[in-house]
């Protein structure tokens, strides 16, 4: 049997019909809907096509989106000041400030200066710290993580008390999404195991996982006989192999071999059109919350 596809595209579709039901409901109650800022140093390619498509689906859903475009020189200090001038901007409900910055930016420096209650990328170590701490203290999750919890729980996989397996121990996905599965309450209540570059023998952990994440940026590195039969896989990976010579476009590979994991998986997210689409659908979820949060305490 093949495993069932749990498609980022298609829950992407549900979930921002939701939003969007949300947008029209604070609009009615508060006048004005969720404002966010995208801002965009240079012009890195890849950074361009993933803010052209955050505006984009920001404008669909009907918020106020500024698109704030500076130069690659920009200095840190006015970077700094445009960050505070957005905090202090009672429209403005999100700030995202795309990475890579150039290497002259701290990006460190600029993403401690985002007000964490702006912070709708879920970056700010004060926004990490109450993530960790759990339960009522969660504000914004950082967007692909909260994604990746998002499919396993619409999917319908069982998370209490499953052994989960996490591949790789990056800031933005690997570290955060160990720590949510192990929380105490829905989606969670894993037993969780973060395996990397230099834990011993990947396979064997591989091999116990009911759900398995895998984001380490290698494609093809979860072989098929490392998965547990009827387990959930979970392909961070976006890999870029090759390019198409017809389109001129990227071919996109995930970490996991998935033609042949399918036959072994329960449940499996392809690439592209798994992680990928939650991604930005989450920041439109931490945005619309942020809104509900500031208009809701408005003097
Ligand atoms: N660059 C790549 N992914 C992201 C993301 O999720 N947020 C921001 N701000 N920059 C990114």
Same mark, same amino acid.
Not at 34 to 63: D, M
Not at 243 to 261: H, P, Q, R
């Given at each position: 049997?093949?495993?069932?596809?749990?498609?980022?595209?298609?829950?992407?579709?549900?979930? +921002?019909?939701?939003?969007?039901?949300?947008?029209?409901?604070?609009?009615?109650?508060?006048?004005? %809907?969720?404002?966010?800022?995208?801002?965009?140093?240079?012009?890195?390619?890849? @950074?361009? @096509?993933?803010?052209?498509?955050?505006?984009?689906?920001?404008?669909?859903?009907?918020?106020?989106?500024?698109?704030?475009? *500076?130069?690659?020189?920009?200095?840190?200090?006015?970077?700094?000041? +445009?960050?505070?001038?957005?905090?202090?901007?009672?429209?403005?409900?999100?700030?995202?400030?795309?990475?890579?910055?150039?290497?002259?930016?701290?990006?460190?420096?600029?993403?401690?200066?985002?007000?964490?209650?702006?912070?709708?990328?879920?970056?700010?170590?004060?926004?990490?710290?109450?993530?960790?701490?759990?339960?009522? *203290?969660?504000?914004?999750?950082?967007?692909?993580?909260?994604?990746?919890?998002?499919?396993?729980?619409?999917?319908?996989?069982?998370?209490?008390?499953?052994?989960?397996?996490?591949?790789?121990?990056?800031?933005?996905?690997?570290?955060?999404? @160990?720590?949510?599965?192990? *929380?105490?309450?829905?989606?969670? !209540?894993?037993?969780?195991?973060? #395996?990397?570059?230099?834990?011993?023998?990947?396979?064997?952990?591989?091999?116990?996982?009911?759900?398995?994440?895998?984001?380490?940026?290698?494609?093809? +590195?979860?072989?098929?006989?490392?998965?547990?039969? %009827?387990?959930?896989?979970?392909?961070?990976?976006?890999?870029?192999?090759?390019? !198409?010579?017809?389109?001129?476009?990227?071919?996109?590979?995930?970490?996991?071999?998935?033609?042949?994991?399918?036959?072994?998986?329960?449940?499996?997210?392809? #690439?592209?059109?798994?992680?990928?689409?939650?991604?930005?659908?989450?920041?439109?979820? !931490?945005?619309?919350?942020?809104?509900?949060?500031? +208009?809701?305490?408005?003097?």
């Amino acid at each position: 049997m093949s495993a069932e596809i749990i498609s980022g595209t298609q829950m992407r579709k549900e979930i +921002l019909a939701e939003l969007e039901r949300e947008v029209v409901e604070m609009k009615e109650k508060y006048g004005k %809907g969720p404002g966010l800022v995208t801002i965009l140093v240079g012009e890195n390619p890849a @950074s361009i @096509s993933y803010v052209t498509l955050k505006v984009k689906t920001a404008l669909n859903l009907g918020f106020h989106e500024i698109q704030d475009n *500076q130069a690659e020189d920009i200095s840190e200090e006015d970077l700094l000041a +445009l960050i505070e001038k957005y905090n202090n901007d009672p429209d403005i409900h999100g700030i995202l400030v795309q990475l890579p910055l150039p290497k002259h930016i701290n990006e460190d420096a600029v993403i401690t200066a985002i007000s964490p209650d702006k912070d709708v990328d879920g970056f700010h170590p004060v926004n990490l710290g109450k993530m960790v701490i759990g339960g009522d *203290q969660v504000r914004y999750l950082p967007c692909t993580p909260a994604g990746i919890q998002e499919m396993i729980v619409r999917s319908g996989t069982e998370t209490s008390g499953a052994e989960v397996v996490v591949v790789g121990r990056s800031n933005i996905v690997g570290k955060p999404i @160990s720590v949510m599965m192990g *929380q105490k309450g829905p989606g969670a !209540n894993s037993t969780v195991t973060m #395996v990397h570059t230099r834990t011993q023998d990947l396979a064997s952990h591989c091999k116990r996982a009911d759900i398995l994440i895998v984001a380490a940026g290698v494609p093809g +590195l979860v072989k098929p006989e490392w998965i547990k039969k %009827g387990a959930t896989v979970i392909d961070v990976g976006v890999n870029r192999v090759g390019v !198409n010579e017809e389109t001129g476009k990227a071919i996109l590979s995930g970490d996991v071999d998935y033609e042949e994991a399918r036959k072994v998986a329960g449940k499996i997210t392809p #690439v592209p059109g798994g992680v990928g689409p939650m991604t930005i659908t989450m920041l439109m979820k !931490n945005t619309v919350k942020s809104a509900w949060w500031h +208009l809701g305490n408005a003097k």
